[in-house]
């Protein structure tokens, strides 16, 4: 898979642009999935009416309303519900999957428990992450972001990638996330580690990583 890792969503050209080369086509041809479940697990995010504006492409968040061909919704704590021959071929037909900030352990888990998580080396879309939906990449996230507690009690992701993220760096309604905390983050972080601000993005293709930023960041080398 190829990654678009954002604090914030597609909201600058230079990640827009990122986003247009990892499709190899324009996103009026291209199909999308979002996938809203991190944010259930988030007291600030749902659910209730936050989740219905990331679904409805509300421009607060820069994800569904880009201009898609088609859009539909991937609801992960349904899946395990659901006969596989329901969902796996759209999945593996979707051009994008853009995946809702929120709780990224409470991502972690029903990614894996819906099967998604087995399922996405094998596709084509480019995965498309807004802050949680970025983080969950990692191989943790680090103690200061978990929320939802996990059945095993750790800060584990997916590890689809080898590195951290800390988002939305100097952001003016979160006080707490400043360059000071995120190198105090960063110390407890076994491995690379970033810490981008909300016009930055990591983009990922086979494992070669390049950010793309109109903004700031800092690559934090364990």
């Known amino acids: 898979m190829k990654f678009l890792l954002t604090s914030a969503g597609v909201n600058n050209k230079s990640i827009h642009d990122a986003l247009v080369d990892m499709l190899d086509k324009p996103i009026a041809d291209s199909t999308a999935l979002c996938i809203p479940t991190a944010m259930y697990g988030n007291p600030w995010g749902g659910p209730g009416e936050k989740i219905w504006k990331f679904i409805s492409g509300n421009p607060e968040h820069p994800m569904v309303n880009l201009g898609w061909k088609s859009v539909g919704v991937l609801e992960l704590t349904a899946l395990p519900s659901i006969d596989k ?66 059945p095993n009690g750790e800060d584990k992701a ?65």
């Not at 399922?119 to 084509?124: C, D, E, G, V, Y």
């Not at 807004?130 to 680090?142: D, L």
Request: without cysteine; negative net charge.
């Open 85 to 150: 021959d329901h969902w796996v071929p759209l999945v593996q037909e979707t051009d994008v999957l853009l995946v809702s900030g929120g709780d990224a352990l409470y991502l972690s888990h029903w990614m894996r428990e819906s099967g998604l998580a087995e399922l996405l080396p094998s596709l084509r879309a480019v995965y498309v992450g807004m802050s949680a939906g970025s983080m969950v990449m990692a191989p943790n996230i680090g103690e200061i972001f978990v929320g939802w507690t996990p």
């Open 158 to 222: 997916l590890g689809f990638v080898d590195f951290a993220m800390f988002p939305h760096l100097d952001h003016e309604m979160l006080p707490d996330n400043t360059m000071a905390a995120a190198e105090r983050w960063a110390a407890e972080i076994p491995g690379p580690a970033y810490a981008i601000d909300d016009e930055t993005a990591i983009k990922v293709i086979d494992g070669a990583v390049e950010v793309v930023s109109e903004g700031h960041w800092k690559l934090f080398s364990s």
